[in-house]
């Protein structure tokens, strides 16, 4: 298993930008699709982006245009850059690692991810 850790979280206006990095552990990162999920309050967790392990990118329709995923493989982390946040992107962020190796798919959902962060929590206010 792939162990994974978030940063970056925070307080942030409406409008404005965080960064979220995720380190992994383990000499197989790059052979793994990368997502991040993110969880509201009494909602049920949802997908955010994924980019797999040859670094096609996949996005919710939600943050489509505002957010990008991206990975750097000899740093074995990957981030995402969230740009013009609203009040409705609050929530905690998870990092998750694919179940398989070099696994290819049309779509993510949480059940193709077998390892998961901890979560870091972001907070826009309005």
């Known amino acids: 298993q792939v162990q994974l850790v978030e940063s970056g979280g925070g307080l942030v206006q409406a409008g404005g930008s965080l960064r979220l990095a995720c380190a992994a552990s383990?000499?197989?990162?790059?052979?793994?699709?990368m997502g991040w999920f993110r969880q509201a309050p009494g909602k049920v967790r949802e997908f955010v982006a994924a980019i797999s392990w040859i670094g096609s990118t996949y996005y919710a329709d939600s943050v489509k245009g505002r957010f990008t995923i991206s990975r750097d493989n000899a740093k074995i982390t990957v981030y995402l850059q969230m740009n013009s946040l609203k009040p409705e992107d609050t929530a905690v962020y998870y990092c998750?690692?694919?179940?398989?190796?070099?696994?290819?798919?049309?779509?993510?959902?949480?059940?193709?991810?077998?390892?998961w962060g901890q979560g870091t929590q972001v907070t826009v206010s309005s």
């Open positions: 998750a690692a694919d179940r398989d190796r070099f696994a290819t798919r049309s779509l993510y959902s949480a059940d193709d991810f077998g390892s």
């Open positions: 383990g000499r197989a990162f790059s052979s793994y699709a």
